[in-house]
């Protein structure tokens, strides 16, 4: 099958984030950092904000059962951008080749929607056809209906895409939708495979 058109994920595939960009700042104790993100400002009270839940909301809720952390608390989404490390290496050259070749390119990413201006204001995303972003949509990967909002809005056949993702459940959604798929490494690894699709030279 000759694939059309490439999807992307974003966090960690076009543009790095990490917690600890900010957090390293704010605790300087490598243990004390690791326990808070552990314990207080983790991924799971993150997740539904990536799902559509309200980031201002979510803060309150933290800060009631952890106020004697409301500053650090405060901090993950007013410094929300300060989490984001920079573009990965080799990606936007990627990105740019595909548009040079007339392969269209999107983006579908886990992101609470209030936040993702930060992802907006790094150059690769000016490149993209269109993004799909689970906080806008109230439904996050590896769910199928976040696929399935991509696929129609954009007019996507997902036998003809190849997505791309650092997370190996959400690849296996797409794979399970006829999507063709690839766990994100790095760089020089995906375009090793877009050569072998004939999408790069």
Known sequence: MTISSVVFDIGNVLIYWDRRNLYRKLIPDTAEMDAFLADVCNIAWHEPQDAGASCAEATATLKARFPEHGV???AFYDRFGEMLGGQVPGMEQ??????????????????PAEMFRHAEAYTIMSHFDGVVV???????????????????????????????DDVADNVA??????????????????RAVLKGYHLLA
């Open 72 to 74: 650090l608390i405060d």
């Open 94 to 111: 990627i990105v740019m080749g595909l548009k040079a070749r007339n392969i269209p390119v999107y983006g579908l990413s886990n992101w």
């Open 134 to 164: 689970s906080g806008r949509e109230k439904v996050k990967k590896p769910d199928r209906r976040l696929f399935q909002v991509l696929f129609e809005r954009y007019d996507i056949p997902p036998e003809r895409t190849l997505f791309v």
């Open 173 to 190: 959604t797409g794979i399970s939708l006829g999507m063709t798929g690839h766990l994100f490494h790095d760089a020089a690894r995906l």
